[in-house]
């Protein structure tokens, strides 16, 4: 039979680990105090060491407390100097010239992004100078190990600067209210939108071609005077949300209608809403049970926008909010500069009477910002002869553009104006269509 192996013969002895060697030599070891090491007897066996060096030793004895945290040179140049007393003055001068540089050295270690370099005199050395300085008020809070004081040295000092800053506006208000007319011209602040890239379809609204333009084009007839007549409705099989918003929008416009869908085709709507004369379809859309798109369809000739909805907020949300009325609304247009742009904002215009009625106060904004256009509505309020105060009404939201076709809506054969392409169109922060 096989012998059976021991555990012990199948253990794998471990490896020594190597004696460490000691970094001490036998230079670094020094002779106790009670013996007198080799430098001190061969100093005793030199000739002419007599009484005179007997004051010499007492006297080096007693400034051991200021030779011990010097350095090597500092030490031998004290030595030479007091063997040597022709020269003692010229080694005092060595010395001091080293300390000066050794100090300069080490508060040059601990220069900080705001110090000042400053040259010496001599022009083979440079000396760099720190000079620190900190205009905070109080200790810095990166510093206090506490979280409780950190957190309240940092909000007095935060609450500090807002007091300077203030202070400081209304020191600059009360400078141009003396100065008057010779008051310097404030700086506009650098935003996205003031930087925005160059764009070639940007137009002056007051510019004749421009105005050529709107007097031919589909909307030409609605702005003779012409009161619009809109029909409201919906996807296909729509949900208690897109109902709701669907009613916020026949609130906003007073001259809207809602058609329910019923699956019917939206080119049929189209073609029924010719033939009794309404100016505008809306279609909301929706996605999971939300309204997600917007489509405008001006009737007869076009054009049908397509626009992304987000950030719905209804007037039960807002807070303050105040009760809508039948007048007619007055329109606000901001910030549509691009051809693209007056013609968005003209067919949104179409969709409200042309002529306010300004008993009600109210105005509907349509303020495009980076080619996001925030919808609001507001009730003016006169406080005085002269402050006004707004109370908003609501609904909020958003709208994105997302296509511009000519003609009525057709999918399949319609010429498209415009399409938002994301890849080849948003290459950057800075450029914007409308």
Not at 36 to 51: E, P, Q, V, Y
Not at 127 to 140: H, K, N, V
Not at 293 to 311: N, Q
Not at 350 to 361: S, V
Request: with cysteine; net charge neutral; hydrophobic share 25%.
């Amino acid at each position: 039979m096989p012998k059976k192996m021991s555990v012990a013969s199948t253990r794998s002895t471990p490896p020594m680990r190597p004696k460490r060697k000691s970094s001490v030599t036998k230079k670094d070891i020094v002779a106790p105090d009670n013996e007198d090491s080799a430098d001190d007897i061969a100093m005793d066996d030199l000739d002419g060491f007599g009484a005179d060096n007997e004051d010499f030793s007492s006297d080096s004895n007693g400034d051991d407390s200021e030779i011990e945290g010097d350095s090597a040179d500092d030490i031998d140049a004290h030595n030479d100097s007091n063997n040597e007393g022709d020269d003692s003055e010229e080694n005092r001068t060595v010395r001091s010239d080293k300390q000066k540089e050794s100090d300069l050295h080490k508060s040059s270690t601990t220069k900080t992004s705001g110090d000042v370099v400053a040259e010496s005199d001599d022009k083979e050395t440079t000396y760099a100078l720190t000079i620190t300085s900190d205009t905070r008020a109080g200790p810095r809070p990166g510093l206090i190990r506490n979280k409780m004081k950190r957190h309240e040295i940092h909000k007095e000092q935060m609450l500090q600067k807002k007091k300077d800053r203030k202070l400081g506006r209304e020191k600059r208000k009360r400078e141009r209210e003396e100065l008057g007319d010779n008051a310097p011209k404030t700086k506009d602040p650098r935003t996205i939108e003031n930087t925005r890239e160059f764009d070639e379809t940007i137009v002056d609204p007051d510019d004749e071609e421009v105005i050529k333009d709107q007097e031919t084009d589909e909307l030409s007839s609605y702005f003779d005077g012409r009161p619009p007549k809109i029909i409201v409705t919906t996807s296909n099989k729509p949900v208690g949300e897109t109902f709701r918003f669907a009613e916020a929008l026949i609130n906003i416009m007073p001259t809207a209608e809602f058609r329910p869908r019923k699956g019917v085709d939206l080119k049929k709507i189209i073609k029924g809403a010719i033939d009794r004369d309404y100016t505008d379809i809306i279609v909301v859309n929706e996605d999971r049970k939300k309204p997600t798109g917007l489509w405008i369809c001006h009737l007869p000739d076009g054009p049908t926008a397509h626009f992304k909805l987000s950030s719905i907020k209804y007037s039960k949300q807002i807070r303050n909010h105040g009760r809508q009325t039948t007048h007619h609304p007055e329109i606000m247009l901001n910030n549509f500069h691009t051809r693209l742009g007056h013609q968005v904002g003209r067919q949104i215009n179409a969709l409200f009477p042309q002529r306010p009625e300004f008993q009600g106060r109210s105005v509907v904004t349509f303020h495009n910002q980076r080619d996001f256009i925030f919808f609001r509505f507001h009730r003016y309020i006169f406080k005085n002869a002269k402050k006004v105060g707004l109370q908003e009404l609501g609904p909020r939201f958003t709208l994105k553009l997302r296509s511009l076709q000519k003609g009525t809506f057709d999918t399949k054969f319609g010429e498209y104006e415009w399409i938002h392409k994301r890849k080849e169109m948003d290459t950057s922060r800075r450029r914007f269509f409308l």
